[in-house]
Structure formats: structure tokens, C-alpha cells
């Protein structure tokens, strides 16, 4: 055990080491004070110019930026979950004082209002300025600072669309009140609850109370997933939670996986349709508009095959040839779904053309030339 957790602990701090971090200070007008944000790129943005990124944002980032940013540049680096922009506020200091709240009415009062307005109106659009930003945001946090973060739910629209809850110290009433915003939400959310079997007694027995409740919200806007981590502690359950909330809350961007591939291509009407969707759900969630993997091409075109659906693989040549026109993907999709159906002429000339391009997965030039000939042998051409 002690092995296995050495081996994370040292492959979170060497993809650490290899991505972009940023230490910013703001100064804050409301808070009247400096605040230090830790900011840590995707690998390759300056690079990438033309492209934007979701946010995480993580309270208590004196301590829980590091296993956030870890397992955020793990995951995309596998493209797990897409390359994120983690933003880390410095609390050390300040943490009672961000997350006041006031004793009759259980909202933020005092400095815990001018927190409030701190991130929602300073730090959110000093990223937007200063960084290439989607508007797809998550927050994250860890018992008062993940009871604080509620508050931003209670906004319409609300500021956050991901919510990673871990052992909330909740609020008197934050349980009335989180349950009824979830349940009339009107735009997409993501909201991730963790407790343990040790963790603090106090803040564990309303957690599960919390869970229970949230089940029962009917609201197809609402993405829930609850842990109960066994044999985790307060502290413990963070490292085991954070991978599991952003496995759950990326899981449409991942890609096609052999069970997705039997469970829902497969089964479904249009393979073809159903890659363009979950695409098309991607970008509308997260705001990204990322070209469609090779692989995803080759598990919906195997899908086509198996239901001899060859409209439906000509429409995926004519999207895979504007993606990739330097490759023969596209042709040779389209050069099958000719073969296919019944127009061996243009299907050997397709076959040819392919010939000329790039080489893609297991799309060779004797491929190509293989197909073109046996069409020549088949109908003396």
C-alpha cells in the first residue's frame, strides 16, 4: 500500500514538473489586500493560441492545488479529461474570514461577502482577461471552503458549472437550500459529494443526510455522484476523491472506449450520429471544439460496417476528409462505402487518390494500392 501511494505521490510531481505554472498576486480592491493565486497552465499553451481552456478553480490552494494540478495534467495527458486551466487562492491565512457567514440568516457576511464578491468579481475576470478561458468552470473544495462554494450555486446563472465537494462542513439550511437550487436548475451541473467511513463524525452524518436528499432531485440538468470512501479519513479521502470527481465529470470527453463502443454505438440507430452528438455535447458543456480523435473515427466506422450502414460511412469520410485532409481517413471511408455500394469505378478511384496522402493508424499506401487492384481483378477495369 505504502508502495503504491510513493508511485502516485512521485507521478503527480513529475507531470507537475513538466507543466506551466504561474504565481500571480492580485490586488484586491475589495478585500483591500494582496491575494496569491498559484496558475498552472496546459502543457503546450503558448503554443496552442487558437485554443481556450475550461477552469478548476481551487479553494484552499495553499493545499489542495498540488493534488488537483497533479491528477488534471495526468489525466489530460492520457486524454482522460481535456487540458484545463487550475487556478490555486491562497488561504492559509484567511480561511475562517473567506468563509463567514452570518449566524441567522447562514450566508456570507462581513469578509466572508467580500470573498464572495473577491472571486466572482476580481479573480474570475482577471483569468478571462489575462488567460485564454472557456466557460465551462469548476470549483473545488475541502470542508468549510467546500460548504462555501454552494453559495456561488445560489446565483442564476451560477458562476460554477462543477462543483467538487469534499467533506463539507455544511451551513445550517445549506442542505434545504442546495437540494431546492438543484432541483430548479436550469443550465448544466456537475456536483460531486465525498465523505469517508472516518471521517469526522460531525461533518459525516450530514453528508450522508445531504446525499440521500440530492438522490430524490429529479432534474436531468443535474449531474450527481456521491463517494463514501471506506477506510478514509478526513484528509485521506482527497487524495481518492479528485480522480474519481474528474473521471465522473469528464466522462462524455473521454475517448470511445470498447464499453462504450458495445453499450451505446453499437446498439444505437446511427453510429454516425452518435459520434457527431457526443462531439457536439463536448463542445456545448465545456466549450471546446476539438477535432474528432482518429480512434473514435475507427471505433464509429468499424460500428458502420457491422450494421452495413455505408451512408452512414460516407458521411463520416466527408467529416474525416475536412478533419484530416492530409491523410487518407476520409477517402478511404468514402472509397469503401462506394465499394460497398455497388460503384466499384469511383470506389477504385477513391482507393487511388488515398494512395497519395498520409499513412493513418492502419490505413497503409499497400492498402490502398491492394483495395484499387482486387476492384481491377473483380471488374476487369
Same mark, same amino acid.
Given at each position: 500500500? +505504502?508502495?503504491?501511494?510513493?508511485?502516485?505521490?512521485?507521478?503527480?510531481?513529475?507531470?507537475?514538473?513538466?507543466?506551466?505554472?504561474?504565481?500571480?498576486?492580485?490586488?484586491?480592491? #475589495?478585500? !483591500?489586500?494582496?491575494?496569491?493565486?498559484?496558475?498552472?497552465?496546459?502543457?503546450?499553451?503558448?503554443?496552442?493560441?487558437? +485554443?481556450?481552456?475550461?477552469?478548476?478553480?481551487?479553494?484552499?490552494?495553499?493545499?489542495?492545488?498540488?493534488?488537483?494540478? !497533479?491528477?488534471?495534467?495526468?489525466?489530460?495527458?492520457?486524454?482522460?479529461?481535456?487540458?484545463?486551466?487550475?487556478?490555486? #487562492?491562497?488561504?492559509?491565512?484567511? *480561511?475562517?474570514?473567506?468563509?463567514?457567514?452570518?449566524? /441567522?440568516?447562514?450566508?456570507?457576511?462581513?469578509?466572508?461577502? &467580500?470573498?464572495?464578491?473577491?472571486?466572482?468579481?476580481?479573480?474570475?475576470?482577471?483569468?478571462?482577461?489575462?488567460? *485564454?478561458?472557456?466557460?465551462?468552470?469548476?470549483? /473545488?473544495?475541502?470542508?468549510?471552503?467546500?460548504?462555501?462554494?454552494?453559495?456561488?450555486?445560489?446565483?442564476?446563472?451560477?458562476?460554477?458549472?462543477?462543483?467538487?465537494?469534499?467533506?463539507?462542513?455544511?451551513?445550517?439550511?445549506?442542505?434545504?437550500?442546495? /437540494?431546492?437550487?438543484?432541483?430548479?436548475?436550469?443550465?448544466?451541473?456537475?456536483?460531486?459529494? %465525498?465523505?469517508?467511513?472516518?471521517?469526522?463524525?460531525?461533518?459525516?452524518?450530514?453528508?450522508?443526510?445531504?446525499?440521500? =436528499?440530492?438522490?430524490?432531485?429529479?432534474?436531468?440538468? /443535474?449531474?450527481?455522484?456521491?463517494?463514501?470512501?471506506?477506510?478514509?479519513?478526513?484528509? &485521506?479521502?482527497? !487524495? *481518492?476523491?479528485?480522480?474519481?470527481?474528474?473521471?465522473?465529470?469528464?466522462?462524455?470527453?473521454?475517448?470511445?472506449?470498447? +464499453?462504450?463502443?458495445?453499450?451505446?454505438?453499437?446498439?444505437?440507430?446511427?453510429?454516425?450520429?452518435?459520434?457527431?452528438?457526443?462531439?457536439?455535447?463536448?463542445?456545448?458543456?465545456?466549450?471546446?471544439?476539438?477535432?474528432?480523435?482518429?480512434?473514435?473515427? #475507427?471505433?464509429?466506422?468499424?460500428?458502420?460496417?457491422?450494421? !452495413?450502414?455505408?451512408?452512414?460511412?460516407?458521411?463520416?469520410?466527408?467529416?474525416?476528409? +475536412?478533419?484530416?485532409?492530409?491523410?487518407?481517413?476520409?477517402?478511404?471511408?468514402?472509397?469503401?462505402?462506394?465499394?460497398? &455500394?455497388?460503384?466499384?469505378?469511383?470506389?477504385?478511384? %477513391?482507393?487511388?487518390?488515398?494512395?497519395?496522402?498520409?499513412?493513418?493508424?492502419?490505413?497503409?499506401?499497400?492498402?490502398?494500392?491492394?483495395?484499387?487492384? =482486387? #476492384?481491377?481483378?473483380?471488374?476487369?477495369?
Amino acid at each position: 500500500m +505504502k508502495t503504491n501511494l510513493l508511485t502516485l505521490i512521485l507521478c503527480i510531481y513529475s507531470v507537475l514538473a513538466s507543466s506551466q505554472i504561474d504565481y500571480k498576486e492580485i490586488q484586491s480592491e #475589495i478585500l !483591500g489586500t494582496a491575494r496569491q493565486l498559484k496558475i498552472q497552465l496546459p502543457r503546450n499553451y503558448d503554443e496552442n493560441i487558437e +485554443k481556450s481552456y475550461p477552469v478548476i478553480v481551487v479553494m484552499d490552494g495553499d493545499y489542495l492545488f498540488e493534488p488537483v494540478a !497533479g491528477n488534471v495534467d495526468y489525466y489530460s495527458y492520457w486524454e482522460e479529461m481535456p487540458q484545463v486551466i487550475v487556478v490555486g #487562492i491562497n488561504q492559509v491565512d484567511s *480561511r475562517d474570514d473567506d468563509t463567514f457567514y452570518d449566524d /441567522v440568516s447562514n450566508l456570507p457576511s462581513d469578509t466572508g461577502a &467580500s470573498f464572495f464578491e473577491f472571486l466572482g468579481l476580481e479573480v474570475m475576470p482577471y483569468l478571462d482577461e489575462n488567460y *485564454r478561458t472557456s466557460t465551462f468552470r469548476i470549483a /473545488v473544495g475541502h470542508d468549510m471552503t467546500a460548504n462555501f462554494m454552494n453559495y456561488y450555486l445560489m446565483k442564476d446563472p451560477a458562476l460554477f458549472q462543477g462543483y467538487i465537494s469534499l467533506s463539507p462542513d455544511l451551513a445550517p439550511q445549506m442542505e434545504e437550500r442546495l /437540494v431546492a437550487r438543484l432541483g430548479q436548475a436550469q443550465q448544466k451541473i456537475f456536483y460531486y459529494l %465525498a465523505t469517508a467511513s472516518d471521517d469526522i463524525s460531525v461533518l459525516r452524518d450530514p453528508i450522508i443526510q445531504l446525499d440521500a =436528499q440530492i438522490k430524490q432531485v429529479q432534474n436531468e440538468n /443535474v449531474q450527481y455522484t456521491f463517494d463514501n470512501f471506506d477506510g478514509a479519513t478526513h484528509y &485521506s479521502l482527497v !487524495g *481518492r476523491a479528485i480522480p474519481k470527481a474528474l473521471e465522473n465529470m469528464f466522462s462524455i470527453y473521454r475517448p470511445i472506449s470498447k +464499453k462504450e463502443y458495445k453499450e451505446k454505438i453499437l446498439p444505437s440507430e446511427s453510429p454516425f450520429n452518435y459520434l457527431i452528438d457526443k462531439y457536439a455535447t463536448v463542445k456545448t458543456l465545456f466549450g471546446l471544439d476539438d477535432p474528432i480523435r482518429v480512434n473514435d473515427f #475507427i471505433a464509429t466506422s468499424t460500428a458502420l460496417e457491422k450494421k !452495413g450502414d455505408w451512408e452512414g460511412l460516407e458521411e463520416l469520410g466527408k467529416v474525416a476528409r +475536412k478533419q484530416y485532409p492530409e491523410t487518407m481517413l476520409g477517402n478511404y471511408y468514402l472509397a469503401l462505402s462506394l465499394e460497398k &455500394s455497388g460503384e466499384p469505378k469511383k470506389a477504385m478511384r %477513391a482507393y487511388q487518390n488515398a494512395f497519395l496522402l498520409e499513412e493513418v493508424s492502419f490505413l497503409t499506401k499497400d492498402l490502398m494500392l491492394d483495395r484499387a487492384d =482486387q #476492384i481491377k481483378q473483380d471488374f476487369g477495369y
